[in-house]
C-alpha cells in the first residue's frame, strides 16, 4: 500500500510539471519533446512502474533475508537515516558507474541515454530488465545492519527526486550546484559530447564525482544521446540495440571466456 501511494503521489506531481514543461515548450516554439519519442518514454516508464511494485516486494524479501545475519544492530536514529542517505547515494554512484563501464548494463542502461530530447519524459526512459538485478547493489547495507524497509525508501526517494533532473527549463542553481545533483549537472551526464561523456553520476548529491573525478561542469551546449544510436525508429529495437551489438561481437568468438570478458568489458575499450 505504501508503495502504491507514493507512486500515485509521483505520477500526479510528474503530471503537473510534466504539463507546465509542455505549455512552455509549446508557447516558446523550444521544440524540446517528439512526440514518438514522448510515447516511447512514456509507455517504457508505465511498465517499469507496474513491474516495479512486484519487484519492490522481491527486494523487501531479499533485504529481510540479509538483514537476519547483519553485522550491526543499528537504531532509526537521525544520524543513522543520515548515515544511510550518504551511502546509499554512493551505492547509486557506483551502480550508475558500472553501468556506463561494463558492456552488459551498459546494453540495459543505454536506453535511458538514447533519445536526442531531453526533457521530464526521459526520466521515466528505463528499461524493465534493469528492476531484476538493481536492487542487489543495495544489499550489503541490509548486511551492515540498516533497516530494509529504510533502504528501499531512500531508493524510492532518491528514484522520485531524479525524474525532476531531466529538464532544460532550470539553470544552474547557485551554492546548489556544489554538492547536489541539479539539472544541470544531469544534462552534462545526458550529453555526448566528447568532453561529457561518463561524467556526473550521482543521484541526490554531486559530491562523489567530485571526489572520484567524474565531475564536470555543463560550459558548452550539450548534444544529447548515444554515440552507436539506432537507426531504426522501432522502441524495442532501441530497447535492445546494444544487446544485439553485444551479441554480434561474442557469436564471433569461439572462447566462452573471450565471450565473457567481452560481457564485462568497458564499451569504450575496443579490447576484442
Not at 554538492?179 to 554531486?206: A, M, W
Request: with cysteine.
Amino acid at each position: 500500500m505504501l508503495e502504491l501511494s507514493i507512486n500515485s503521489v509521483t505520477i500526479y506531481l510528474f503530471g503537473i510539471i510534466w504539463a507546465a514543461e509542455a505549455l512552455i515548450n509549446y508557447k516558446d516554439n523550444r521544440h524540446l519533446y517528439g512526440l514518438k519519442d514522448s510515447l516511447t518514454n512514456i509507455c517504457f516508464g508505465l511498465v517499469v512502474i507496474v513491474a516495479g511494485l512486484g519487484l519492490k516486494l522481491v527486494a523487501l524479501i531479499f533485504y529481510e533475508f540479509v538483514y537476519h545475519y547483519r553485522i550491526f544492530e543499528l537504531e532509526n536514529t537521525l544520524w543513522v537515516w543520515l548515515v544511510a542517505i550518504f551511502a546509499c547515494d554512493l551505492i547509486f554512484y557506483l551502480f550508475h558507474f558500472m553501468a556506463h563501464k561494463v558492456n552488459l548494463f551498459w546494453a540495459v542502461h543505454s536506453f535511458h541515454h538514447s533519445s536526442n530530447y531531453f526533457n521530464f519524459t526521459i526520466g521515466l526512459r528505463n528499461h524493465f530488465i534493469h528492476l531484476t538485478y538493481r536492487f542487489l547493489f543495495w544489499s550489503p547495507l541490509c548486511f551492515i545492519g540498516f533497516d530494509p524497509l529504510l533502504i528501499i525508501f531512500i531508493d524510492n526517494f532518491t528514484s522520485f527526486y531524479q525524474l525532476f533532473l531531466h529538464t532544460q527549463l532550470i539553470g544552474k542553481l547557485g551554492p546548489f550546484e556544489l554538492f547536489l545533483n541539479t539539472p544541470s549537472h544531469h544534462r552534462v551526464h545526458h550529453g555526448c559530447n566528447e568532453q561529457y561523456l561518463d561524467k556526473n553520476f550521482g543521484g541526490l548529491f554531486i559530491i562523489y564525482d567530485r571526489f572520484f573525478g567524474t565531475f564536470c561542469a555543463e560550459d558548452e551546449p550539450v548534444a544529447y544521446g548515444v554515440t552507436k544510436r539506432s537507426k531504426s525508429e522501432n522502441p524495442l529495437k532501441i530497447a535492445f540495440h546494444e544487446f544485439y551489438l553485444l551479441y554480434l561481437e561474442t557469436h564471433k568468438k569461439k572462447s566462452l571466456f573471450t565471450k565473457i570478458k567481452i560481457l564485462f568489458s568497458n564499451p569504450n575499450n575496443k579490447i576484442y
